[in-house]
T-cell receptor, first 113, second 112 residues
Framework: TQLLEQSPQFLSIQEGENLTVYCNSS?????LQWYRQEPGEGPVLLVT?????EVKKLKRLTFQFGDARKDSSLHITAAQPGDTGLYLC?????????????FGKGTRLSVIA | DAGITQSPRHKVTETGTPVTLRCHQT?????MYWYRQDPGHGLRLIHY???????DKGEVSDGYSVSRSKTEDFLLTLESATSSQTSVYFC???????????FGPGTRLTVT
């Protein structure tokens, strides 16, 4: 059973379109991170959210942590080819101390010029 | 980039040979991790370390061992490589406080 479910698995859109990807769980998380990974490279941390309902913006990317801290979303406005990559969410389950982060399997985004 | 390097970056080896991958960090982080990444499986934790000589197994630890004799180095060893261990291996560190993980550039291992 995957603790963090990401959807969609694959997304192919035209440059300029908006999109949202989701990260869902039945567990409560102390914090949740989003990463972007490009081919041949390691995942790069984009943002960490820690408070229920928190919204963070990174240029055209908007990250939201659910009120109950069980889910998160990433919204990209006016997508560009440079946004292409694998987006991963990861989190620390609340009450598990220093156990390793749980990772979703990712959403692979392709933005076509 | 949290000062993480991995070596080698690419390796081709034959079935049955031993292989050691190295992860080196420069910022004295306590926690270090080894993952493998395969299509359809995402990132899977192999082993992790919470201090010098302190390690624990992840979800896919069979066939792998690790050692951490000093804070900055975390070694992953395949005692007898198999074709199923062909993968991309990532090392990561975890910062204290915000519990954020930062990844190294990866090692692409091919077992023929």
């Amino acid at each position: 059973t995957q603790l963090l479910e990401q959807s969609p698995q694959f997304l192919s859109i035209q440059e300029g379109e908006n999109l949202t990807v989701y990260c869902n769980s039945s567990s409560v998380f102390s914090s949740l991170q989003w990463y972007r990974q490009e081919p041949g490279e390691g995942p790069v941390l984009l943002v960490t959210v820690v408070t229920g309902g928190e919204v963070k913006k990174l240029k055209r990317l908007t990250f939201q942590f659910g009120d109950a801290r069980k889910d998160s979303s990433l919204h990209i406005t006016a997508a560009q080819p440079g946004d292409t990559g694998l987006y991963l969410c990861a989190g620390e389950v609340r009450g598990t101390g220093n156990t390793p982060l749980v990772f979703g399997k990712g959403t692979r985004l392709s933005v076509i010029a | 980039d949290a000062g993480i390097t991995q070596s080698p970056r690419h390796k081709v080896t034959e079935t049955g040979t031993p292989v050691t991958l190295r992860c080196h960090q420069t910022e004295n982080h306590r926690y270090m991790y080894w993952y493998r990444q395969d299509p359809g499986h995402g990132l899977r934790l192999i082993h992790y370390s919470y201090g010098v000589k302190d390690t624990d197994k992840g979800e896919v630890s069979d066939g792998y061992s690790v050692s951490r004799s000093k804070t900055e180095d975390f070694l992953l060893t395949l005692e007898s490589a198999t074709s199923s261990q062909t993968s991309v291996y990532f090392c990561a560190i975890r910062t204290s406080g915000r519990d954020e993980q930062y990844f190294g550039p990866g090692t692409r291992l091919t077992v023929t």
